[in-house]
């Protein structure tokens, strides 16, 4: 059989999702070990799109095979008994033999949260990242809004991205405030490695007045890592969730996103 389960996870003390020869802190490798232990046998996942050190989740989507019969309360809440108290199942279901939780996937959906006041947060400091100079979210939309539609998106590109291709589709950016919080949300049909932290990193001289708008279109057309901002810092940046077409009859974990114009196949908190 076939599962997909919904994994939320605080990244700040990962290696990132993807498990590595070099240590056992990766999200990967806790998930693993955690329904392993459910189904008394090894399991393997593949998750819907892979995050770096620091990055957080809200609703990182995977899928595992495995012949054990268990009620699905009990996978949710055996894995989470062997979980850290920073990684938590928050559901599953079974899905067909096609499924598959990286290929299947139509577009994913990134947050990238800003804290822009004079003072660093006590409590949210490996959440957000801290601007302190004042920054224009209207400007910073206005040149986000170059990046809709489908472009090569090379200058985004970390150097070492082994995506076959830099082209990819921007659906939407929103980017809005509420008090001293920016919150720029980007739903794409897949990134590239670094991508967000990239525009992100760009976006900010923009809001803080440095470049116009503009700069943002020169930034894409050049088509060169080295015309764009610094990579932006991972604290703030959260896979916020997926979607998948209608036919695999995922259920949401909460409200759709605010783009369900984007397409006819929603998934997103």
Request: proline letters at 4%; glycine letters at 6%.
């Amino acid at each position: 059989m076939k599962f997909a389960l919904g994994v939320e996870y605080d990244g700040s003390r990962y290696h990132g999702w993807q498990r590595q020869k070099t240590t056992t802190e990766t999200v990967q490798e806790k998930v693993e070990f955690a329904l392993s232990q459910i189904a008394t046998h090894p399991v393997a996942i593949v998750c819907a799109g892979r995050t770096d050190a620091g990055v957080h989740a809200f609703e990182q989507v995977v899928h595992f095979e495995t012949d054990k019969q268990r009620e699905m309360h009990q996978w949710v809440l055996g894995a989470n008994t062997n979980l850290p108290a920073d990684i938590r199942v928050v559901w599953i279901q079974p899905v067909a033999d096609n499924f598959h939780a990286r290929f299947s996937a139509v577009a994913r959906y990134y947050r990238y949260d800003i804290l822009n006041r004079g003072v660093k947060s006590a409590l949210y400091r490996n959440h957000v990242t801290t601007i302190f100079n004042p920054l224009d979210e209207s400007l910073m939309q206005q040149g986000a809004d170059f990046l809709i539609g489908t472009h090569d998106f090379s200058s985004f590109r970390a150097y070492g991205c082994q995506a076959k291709s830099p082209v990819k589709h921007i659906h939407s950016i929103v980017i809005k405030r509420t008090n001293d919080k920016i919150t720029v949300d980007i739903i794409a049909s897949a990134f590239l490695h670094h991508m967000v932290r990239n525009i992100v990193g760009t976006l900010l001289p923009v809001g803080k007045g440095e470049q116009p708008p503009d700069y943002v279109e020169r930034v894409l057309h050049a088509e060169d890592r080295k015309q764009a901002g610094a990579t932006a810092l991972p604290n703030g940046l959260y896979f916020k969730g997926v979607y998948y077409p209608k036919e695999f009859g995922l259920t949401p974990l909460g409200a759709f996103a605010p783009f369900t114009d984007v397409m006819e196949t929603k998934r997103v908190l």
